[in-house]
């Protein structure tokens, strides 16, 4: 049976050129490379310079998806940028980029999972591509987590960086089959419960500031080992395929130690995994596209591999999509 598929024709990434170094952190607040490394994997991460805006890096990792998609900024109907660090309060990050990208047709907006933002927004995508309303889409997560951090909060400021990915999906028709390139399945869940576990401390309508970002890590940690295990496991059902037929699992990079433990629970070997953690930090809705690009362009992810990405973030939400690159 014929069916529509979102396919990936394309990534692209970009992050900040300043690099803030574990050892150079260590220099203003009270910790050590070695008890970040050992505890989350993370060496340094990226820090976008002032005046650099979320949707600067946006753009410059959509331009990149779209070169390699070999398609042209006008052919896109459709951008979404995953995003917890905008530009502004309004307009939307994404019609920046829409306006950066040089375009105004089709329509643009901001998807807000935190974490879970660019699968979200991935699954939003696809559903506007499988309907047909959509036949090609930007989607993008960008950050800039270094404006939301309390750089006085050891517990918190050395966890994250700044940076931006983007994947190009075109309508393509399919077998309906697991062997179908393009997205085979996505799943999302959330959770309000939580919302004091990691949260950031203003906004518009509560405090008319941006506030930082406060988290109770511990228990993050727990929660998001046993979720993205189950949403792991639930997307591969979606999708009629098992662990073993998984290629690359291209997780939400927060902890190396939360990304081994998942990884264990799922039944996929550590060799399997693209690791970005220790060069970029956890850089929320940035991290997955960010490790998408990276093991495409260092030749790991190839054309018809199988691939399950994974997330979990504030709020709680989480969630997991397959896709066949
Ligand atoms: O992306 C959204 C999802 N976010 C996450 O998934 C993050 C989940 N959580 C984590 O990754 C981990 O819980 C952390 C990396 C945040 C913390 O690791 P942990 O092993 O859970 O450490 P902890 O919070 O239990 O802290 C252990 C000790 C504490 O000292 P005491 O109370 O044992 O004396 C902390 O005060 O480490 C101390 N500590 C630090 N020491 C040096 C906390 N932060 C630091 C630091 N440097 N930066």
Redesign the pocket.
Known sequence: MSIRRAVALGSGSYLPERILTNDE?SKT????DE??FA??GIKQRHIAADGEWTSDLATKAAERALDMAKISATEIDLIIVATATPDQTFPSTATRVQHNLGTTQGFAFDVQA??SGFVYALSVATQFIETGKVTNALVIGAETFSRILDWTD???????GDGAGAVVLQGQDGNGTKADRGILSTELRSDGTHNEL?YVDGGPSTTGTAGCLR???????RH?VSNLATIGEEALVSAGATSDDVDWVVP?Q??H??IEATARKVGIPMEQVILTVSDHG?T?AA?IPLALDSGVCDGRITPGNLLLLE????GFTWGAATLRW
Request: overall charge positive; glycine content about 8%; aromatic content about 8%.
């Open positions: 952190l607040v009270d910790t050590t008890w970040i505890r989350t935190v974490c050891r517990t918190t400021c050395v966890l994250f990691l988290m109770r890590g511990k228990e993050v940690f998001a939400h927060a902890n130690r939360i956890n929320s991290s997330a979990m973030g504030g």
